[in-house]
């Protein structure tokens, strides 16, 4: 059974960078798997960040961001991770962020609009001077 665990989240300063990592575990199809990333502010509803579709080739993969968060932030995969590189951050970035997978082989954008059926447990980022 596929699991999700993020990692790397933490204090960052107004302007600065934090790459965060979500790590799977408990399946060796993880490759077949789209991902998104989702973030969570205090007293707000849940929002997408961006996707990245499926691993199996390199020359395949696509990734999709919502457009506030276009130029600032970047998915990217390995084996059995995927990351999300955040610059320039704002204190508007202040937020828990979770990583979640469905195994599909729709490409972003259209992956980003499914219905995701794994998700990790959340990271909190704080932005803060």
């Known amino acids: 059974q596929l699991r999700l665990v993020e990692s790397g989240g933490g204090l960052v300063q107004p302007g600065g960078a934090l790459k965060l990592a979500c790590t799977a575990s408990?399946?060796?199809?993880?490759?077949?798997?789209?991902v998104g990333w989702f973030r969570q502010a205090p007293g707000k509803e849940r929002e997408r960040v961006g996707c990245?579709?499926?691993?199996?080739?390199?020359?395949?993969?696509t990734t999709h961001y919502e457009d506030s968060m276009k130029g600032r932030f970047t998915i990217s995969r390995g084996d059995n991770t995927v990351y999300l590189q955040m610059n320039n951050q704002k204190h508007e970035d202040t937020a828990v962020y979770y990583c979640?997978?469905?195994?599909?082989?729709?490409?972003?954008?259209?992956?980003?609009?499914?219905?995701?059926?794994?998700w990790g447990q959340g990271t909190q980022v704080p932005v803060s001077s």
């Open positions: 979640a997978a469905v195994p599909s082989g729709a490409s972003a954008p259209f992956v980003c609009r499914v219905q995701y059926t794994v």
């Open positions: 408990g399946s060796s199809s993880f490759k077949y798997y789209a």
């Open positions: 990245i579709s499926r691993g199996l080739s390199n020359v395949d993969i």
